[in-house]
């Protein structure tokens, strides 16, 4: 997903006008309709997809995974960024940005001031924020919510309960009460790639 | 109102988030919280371990909960004095665990260590490796990691701070190198460095200078092209002729990176029609080009016709390459250029009085130059 400054958005709007005029007609899982122009098209690969391969008429693209509430904003999320630079390969023949390095860590702290206050009305309370989560500004905000929070935090900021309670593995500070116990022999029982009895108990 | 919560979300969803998190987060603060996500975690498999002053005191139990088979990015960084973390790393730590590691970080290295380290890692997954070294003679070092690059089939090299590196390393044709950083190179270095290396796309170092009585043709004569794609210098200092001749053996450049640490004499870098000229002559594949030069005020008089000559066509529509003039109000001497936005170390002072090629106005900004123009951030 897209994330861009002011500048940047009202720099590009030569780049889709022509873009944008066929349209089509998503619906929600409730009913909820929508005609969304072809720049916005351009930002879902699924609406794209389908578009592409069938001629639908004025008959909706049938959205069975979202609600009409979450449908809204994220139309009015993907007009507002339809106009965005699409991020070019740097090479023609290879997508690979000679640059960019695929360990090093993402950005998170790259989030344009209009989506900062988009995804603010999104909150874990109503649980809608896990609704958009399959935006990638939603992934970073919830990794910004989390970053260096103490595991208590987290629990209470998302309302996680134990499970099940009392038997430790969940129990709240298990791990950040053995910070200081470091042990200086590697347990490697502790660190296999399914679920392992927790080595703090 | 919806069921919808952190531990509820797919896999793919939680480890997209893993991606923007550091291992301690995914560790010791999402690890605990239940079963799922206790199972998720361990199931994570692009972990990025980091010693640093920051994590030294949990990096210990951090390394014990890490999948070491999920380990793909081991980073041991010294503190600003230079003390380096190699040894307390060995001490608590066995490399040859990470069967999956594929980038290496080093710092404050030494030969002793870089034997030790070549020796321990058993993985072919290796791809990536970046050493600095405090020790003054680089020479013994890089002569260890001649036969690493061969053995792990490294793609991705970072020589931090290793001037004249090349010519201790006896480049071979089959090198897998695509991508390579060093300190100040010489001339023939550069020229071994585009002959040996067919697979390098990306080039990064701070010098390019004359060998000692060479005199660099103003073009190349042979018939020999590189394949580069990126090239990056970062304290660069070489004349108009000297920046044609290098760049005559790279025609297919799609990346330019020029930055200078010192002021230079105001001359052609700092004039739009040079570089729309010389880009058009030579580099006609060129996408992305970042600039960052400064000047004293000598010679500078007028801002906006200079800004002028960033706004033809050619940067405006074709390229779209949006270029900013800047003076620093705490430091008038100074006049910057620079194209927006750039990745450039320029110190933490930013506040400056900035004409953009944008729309040729003057604003006070304090704008960090690794950032886009902001219309309610920066006053006219």
Redesign the interface.
Known sequence: MATTTDSSNTSATTTTENATSKTIKIQSNDGETHEIDQGVVEQSSTIKTLSDLMDLGDVPIPLPNVKGSILTPIVEFCNYHKNDPKPEPLDDDDDDDPNKDIYEPKRSDDICEWDQNFIKRFTVQEGTLFDIIMATVGCKTIANMVRGKASSEVREMFNISYDPPGEGLNAPNAIESQAGTVPTTQDTSATGPSPQPDPMN | ?????????PVE?IH???????T??I??????????L??IV??Y?LF?LTLDPKSE??F??VY???????V??LNILRCKSGYSRIHFFQ????IR?FTRL??LTMQGVTEKDLIQFFQQISTDTLT?LSIDSNEKDISKLVSHVKPAIEKFKIQ?LRLHGFHHAIKHMSLSVGCAL??LEVGICHYDEYMTVLQHLPHL??MLMKQCIMNEGMTMPLTSHSKFRSLL??LTITDFSLSEQQLQSLISFTPTL??LKLTAEKCRRFNSVFDGSYWEDFIRNNLPSL??FEIFFCTGTNGVDDFAQLITRFRTPFWVEEK?WLVAWAFATWRSDDIWLYTVPIDADIGRVLHRCEISS?DGMCRLTNRHLN??????ADKV
């Open positions: 109102m919806t069921d919808a919560s952190l531990p509820t979300l969803v997209r988030i893993f991606s923007y998190c550091d301690q987060t560790l010791l603060s999402i690890r605990p919280l239940c079963k799922r206790y199972s361990n199931a498999n990025e005191s949990t210990p139990l014990r909960l890490t999948p070491s088979e999920g793909v990015t001490s608590i730590c066995d665990r594929r980038s990536s991705k695509q991508h796309q990306t794609k990126s799609i990346h996408k992305k779209r944008r950032t886009m123009f902001h219309t309610t």
